[in-house]
């Protein structure tokens, strides 16, 4: 069996790596990632599954291929649940369906009656490392575009804790690395490779997890956060709805900004009792063993299609 991941090269899907290993090491199984152009250069006996993310897909590629759909976020930006309705109705039908969770899932279903999954965010065995020497207090991981809100969220970094560092990996907007860029204790590094990461983010006391608490990001699992916990990272993170539900679920303990931002003093943070919940369970490959993902794959390949 061929199956090829279509990554459109504008999301952040570490999953798609995850799939391709994990499906590369089963017998009888052909996994590789192609893009969106490189997709129109392909034909039908190219492969026997086309994974999609889609944004919109309203034609199939390929009349005797299977689809599957996977929608690892609600839509965001302006009128989000318009965007959101408009792929229940106007996308095509999939052979079979995959959501984040169970909110992704009632968001975005339809009444067909293929095969679905829920596949939960997970997280990649390199970063599962601990590393006990510190060089920085903290470190942000991650989108760092101006619906984040981090202009905002470092403001303390230029006050209350002007002589604490912090680490941000990932590629910032112009306006935020204008804003900081000068301040000796905020440290931009740009974009690098996924696998390097780990090693780097491991050498900070604290993850920092900032959130708008706005839909769909506060009903989504944040990528960020479940890696920090894996690096054995003390969580401080912004208030929202998915962020206290994965604590209770988890029994975890994350130190919760306030809105203004007041409580982010080192005192606070010196006098809370962090505790990092073992997300062992969330290593991709022992993730997709418990969700029997390959079953899913066998009933999508054994259903009768509805084109």
């Given at each position: 069996?061929?199956?090829?991941?279509?990554?459109?090269?504008?999301?952040?899907?570490?999953?798609?790596?995850?799939?391709?290993?994990?499906?590369?090491?089963?017998?009888?199984?052909?996994?590789?990632?192609?893009?969106?152009?490189?997709?129109?250069?392909?034909?039908?006996?190219?492969?026997?599954?086309?994974?999609?993310?889609?944004?919109?897909?309203?034609?199939?590629?390929?009349?005797?291929?299977?689809?599957?759909?996977?929608?690892?976020?609600?839509?965001?930006?302006?009128?989000?649940?318009?965007?959101?309705?408009?792929?229940?109705?106007?996308?095509?039908?999939?052979?079979?369906?995959?959501?984040?969770?169970?909110?992704?899932?009632?968001?975005?279903?339809?009444?067909?009656?293929?095969?679905?999954?829920?596949?939960?965010?997970?997280?990649?065995?390199?970063?599962?490392?601990?590393?006990?020497?510190?060089?920085?207090?903290?470190?942000?991981?991650?989108?760092?575009?101006?619906?984040?809100?981090?202009?905002?969220?470092?403001?303390?970094?230029?006050?209350?804790?002007?002589?604490?560092?912090?680490?941000?990996?990932?590629?910032?907007?112009?306006?935020?690395?204008?804003?900081?860029?000068?301040?000796?204790?905020?440290?931009?590094?740009?974009?690098?490779?996924?696998?390097?990461?780990?090693?780097?983010?491991?050498?900070?006391?604290?993850?920092?997890?900032?959130?708008?608490?706005?839909?769909?990001?506060?009903?989504?699992a944040s990528t960020k956060l479940l890696e920090y916990c894996a690096?054995?990272?003390?969580?401080?993170?912004?208030?929202?709805?998915?962020?206290?539900?994965?604590?209770?679920?988890?029994?975890?303990?994350?130190?919760?900004?306030?809105?203004?931002?007041?409580?982010?003093?080192?005192?606070?943070?010196?006098?809370?009792?962090?505790?990092?919940?073992?997300?062992?369970?969330?290593?991709?490959?022992?993730?997709?063993?418990?969700?029997?993902?390959?079953?899913?794959?066998?009933?999508?390949?054994?259903?009768?299609?509805?084109?």
């Amino acid at each position: 069996m061929k199956i090829s991941f279509v990554h459109s090269e504008k999301s952040y899907l570490p999953e798609i790596n995850a799939y391709e290993a994990y499906f590369n090491e089963q017998e009888g199984i052909d996994a590789q990632i192609i893009t969106n152009n490189e997709l129109k250069e392909m034909k039908s006996n190219d492969f026997d599954v086309l994974w999609k993310f889609p944004g919109m897909d309203m034609r199939r590629n390929f009349k005797d291929v299977k689809v599957i759909h996977e929608y690892n976020s609600l839509s965001t930006g302006y009128f989000p649940s318009f965007k959101n309705y408009l792929k229940r109705h106007y996308n095509i039908i999939p052979d079979g369906k995959v959501f984040l969770n169970e909110k992704v899932e009632s968001d975005l279903q339809t009444k067909d009656k293929m095969p679905a999954i829920i596949r939960d965010m997970g997280i990649a065995k390199e970063f599962f490392i601990q590393n006990i020497k510190k060089e920085f207090d903290f470190v942000y991981v991650g989108s760092m575009g101006k619906g984040r809100e981090l202009e905002y969220a470092l403001q303390p970094f230029t006050t209350t804790l002007k002589h604490k560092s912090m680490l941000l990996i990932g590629r910032p907007n112009d306006d935020l690395y204008a804003q900081y860029k000068n301040h000796s204790n905020i440290i931009f590094t740009g974009v690098m490779p996924y696998t390097e990461i780990p090693s780097i983010a491991s050498k900070a006391i604290y993850g920092f997890n900032y959130m708008p608490d706005i839909y769909p990001f506060n009903v989504q699992a944040s990528t960020k956060l479940l890696e920090y916990c894996a690096l054995g990272l003390k969580v401080v993170t912004s208030d929202y709805h998915w962020l206290r539900e994965f604590e209770k679920h988890r029994e975890g303990r994350f130190f919760k900004l306030n809105a203004d931002l007041a409580n982010f003093t080192q005192n606070e943070l010196d006098n809370f009792p962090f505790m990092t919940p073992n997300l062992q369970d969330l290593e991709w490959h022992q993730l997709f063993d418990n969700i029997n993902l390959l079953g899913f794959l066998n009933q999508v390949v054994r259903h009768e299609s509805s084109r």
